[in-house]
């Protein structure tokens, strides 16, 4: 079974300017995830979707940070303008639902983002 | 809100000796998950281990083991026989158990262990 496929793997920018990532989950997993992880520290969530739903996007600073889900499978991430600040890992991960049952979380390799 | 706190923030372990990894959170709530995630070099976070917190035995999966202490909200990995493999940063993680769709991880800060040879 394929995992979460994520792209692309690393990427440079300068400040102010956008950057885009793309996620593919894992077929038929309903919940998706974007989750930031600082250099040093545990990723923090984003936002998560349930089908192309948001569920949660509490702490996507959504002045600069969007994110959509159009057909409920892959996603994008973006970023305009970026901040330094915003160099990190980005993960995307993905479950088959969300709720009251378990259900466990698939991570992708994550895209490195560096803000020059 | 929860938070997650790991305060080890670097430990090695000769291989084939045991180490132990330590975490404590804070919650209101009283049904939740616990997990241990490794994270290689490589950046992908691989989960290890979990705890569902209405169960009173400590979870195990081959040489890791867990040390769940709920009135104490505590939750240690235990690695036996360490492998160099084992060598990665490794995140303590706790999730609300809901009947809704939140299924938000909240992550501690991480532990990186280094297994010597």
């Known amino acids: 079974e394929a995992g979460v496929a994520q792209s692309p793997r690393y990427k440079i920018i300068e400040k102010r300017q956008s950057v885009a990532f793309w996620c593919n989950p894992i077929?038929?997993?309903?919940?998706l995830y974007w989750y930031q992880q600082i250099l040093g520290q545990g990723p923090k969530l984003l936002i998560q979707?349930?089908?192309?739903?948001?569920?949660?996007d509490s702490q996507l600073p959504k002045d600069r940070f969007s994110a959509e889900r159009l057909k409920g499978v892959d996603s994008t991430l973006k970023i305009q303008p970026a901040k330094l600040e915003d160099s990190a890992v980005y993960l995307c991960?993905?479950?088959?639902?969300?709720?009251?049952?378990?259900?466990?979380?698939?991570f992708g390799p994550g895209t490195r983002l560096t803000v020059l | 809100a929860q938070t997650v706190t790991q305060s080890q923030p670097e430990m090695s372990v000769q291989e084939a000796e045991t180490v132990t990894l330590s975490c404590t959170y804070d919650?209101?709530?009283?049904?939740?998950?616990l997990f241990w995630y490794k994270q290689p070099p490589s950046r992908q976070m691989i989960l290890v281990i979990r705890?569902?917190?209405?169960?009173?035995q400590n979870a195990t999966e081959n040489r890791f083991s867990v040390n769940f202490q709920k009135a104490a909200k505590s939750f240690s990995l235990k690695i036996s026989d360490s492998q160099l493999g084992d060598t990665a940063m490794y995140f303590c993680?706790?999730?609300?158990?809901?009947?809704?769709?939140?299924?938000?991880?909240?992550f501690g800060g991480g532990t990186r262990l280094m297994v010597k040879p």
């Open positions: 979707f349930q089908n192309n739903g948001v569920v949660d």
């Open positions: 993680a706790f999730m609300k158990r809901e009947n809704n769709a939140g299924n938000m991880l909240t």
């Open positions: 705890q569902e917190a209405y169960k009173q």
């Open positions: 991960a993905s479950s088959l639902v969300a709720g009251a049952a378990y259900n466990e979380q698939f």
């Open positions: 919650t209101s709530e009283n049904n939740y998950y």
């Open positions: 077929s038929g997993h309903a919940t």
